[in-house]
């Protein structure tokens, strides 16, 4: 598999005892300048890093000698605009990747065409209007990252995909429910939009989902009757559904700034594999459950800004792995465990304040 990256020099000094400088870093930016066209062969171009702005070069509006290409990445650079139309011409490109550069403008629809494509990521760009759906159609797609754009819209009712990581942007309307049939889904991070409605009740049985994050949404529907969640898991109004707990490989949940309401169900006892919970400026009423003692990978806690009441419960003390807690602005009230005494030695942030009475 040959390779054209900033780290080819080092496999080139294997063979030939030869050292590498900054020097051998710009003479391969002109080679990406002046002579592509010769590289037939390539399966991996990696020309991250290398200040190169503007588009691509003219010379190469058409890239059909690339017909190898698997893997593409520009990455760091200040390239305005996505590759040409004749992109499409790189039927077995699977890797597509232009993050934090300049690319302005709609979304480039004529990345539907890599129907080998696994792997799209446009993270920190200024692209503009709604996702193209045909990207949607390409059957390979594994991973899509469009994170810090300026993306509208809605998603597609249609969406079979493992990764989709979407945060702060401009997406509106609904979570699409066919979400609940990607059984192989493992991260679902669409923060910071607009998203509104229920969230798809059967994502709760997504097993394998080990990261969901959408706070910073609209999610609640307050026009929906709040007592039929009782029968369909739904999140209606806010509410976790007390079957959130199935999500056993669940890493992250974030749901902050939500509006959700009703308690924290004791479920989430079976989220072991949980390092940060989230649910921070929200609703929430109740107590905190003791349950959340039992998930000892927990690293951060973040529970402030709610209506909470009650006491602090002493197993949230037997969490070894915990480093970030806070509990502030709450109704929490009593005093505080005989274990608070014994907290974790690697706690790095700890806030208890504006928590009423508690000694």
């Known amino acids: 598999m040959e390779t054209l990256s900033p780290l080819a020099s080092k496999v080139a000094c294997i063979a030939t005892n030869i050292s590498t400088d900054q020097s051998a870093l710009l003479a391969l930016k002109a080679r990406f300048v002046t002579g592509l066209e010769s590289l037939a062969a390539l399966a991996i171009i990696d020309i991250s890093n290398m200040d190169i702005v503007g588009t691509i ?20 650079n200040g390239f305005t605009a996505i590759p040409p139309a004749s992109i499409s011409n790189l039927s077995k490109l699977e890797t597509l990747s232009v993050s934090n550069n300049h690319l302005q403008g709609s979304f480039p629809k004529d990345i539907g065409n890599l ?54 942007n401009q997406l509106s309307g609904h979570i699409p429910a066919s979400l609940s049939n990607c059984t192989q889904l493992y991260e679902l ?3 910071y939009n607009n998203f509104n409605g229920i969230i798809p009740p059967e994502i709760v049985n997504l097993e394998g989902l ?18 039929s969640w009782l029968l369909c898991v739904k999140i209606v109004s806010g509410i ?22 009703g ?20 609703n929430l009423t109740g107590v905190i459950p003791k349950e959340i003692g039992k998930l000892h990978k927990l690293e951060k806690l973040y529970l402030q800004f709610n209506e909470l ?27 505080l465990p005989l274990a608070f005494g014994y907290w974790p030695t ?12 508690v000694e």
């Open 189 to 191: 991070s669409l923060s």
């Open 57 to 76: 070069p003219p010379q190469y509006n058409n890239l059909h000698f690339f017909s190898e290409l698997q893997i593409l990445i520009l990455d760091n």
């Open 115 to 168: 129907l080998s494509l696994k792997e799209l990521v446009l993270v920190r760009n200024n692209l503009t209007g709604s996702i193209s759906f045909s990207i949607f159609n390409i059957s390979s797609l594994e991973t899509l990252a469009l994170t810090y754009n300026q993306l509208s819209g809605s998603l597609p009712a249609d969406i079979k995909i493992k990764s989709i990581t979407i945060i702060s």
């Open 346 to 357: 690697n706690l790095q942030f700890l806030n208890l304040l504006e928590i009423t009475s």
């Open 263 to 282: 308690s924290i169900p004791r479920s989430i006892r079976n989220m072991t594999s949980l390092w940060i919970l989230n649910f921070k400026t929200n």
């Open 210 to 227: 080990q990261l969901l994050n959408l706070g910073g949404n609209h999610l609640q529907d307050k026009k929906l009757n709040t007592s």
């Open 309 to 335: 009441s009650g006491s602090i419960p002493e197993e949230l003390f037997n969490i070894s792995t915990l480093r970030r807690v806070s509990l502030s602005t709450n109704n929490l009230s009593g005093s």
């Open 240 to 261: 976790i559904p007390a079957k959130i707990g199935n999500l056993r490989n669940l890493q992250q949940l974030q749901l902050e700034n939500n509006g959700i309401v």
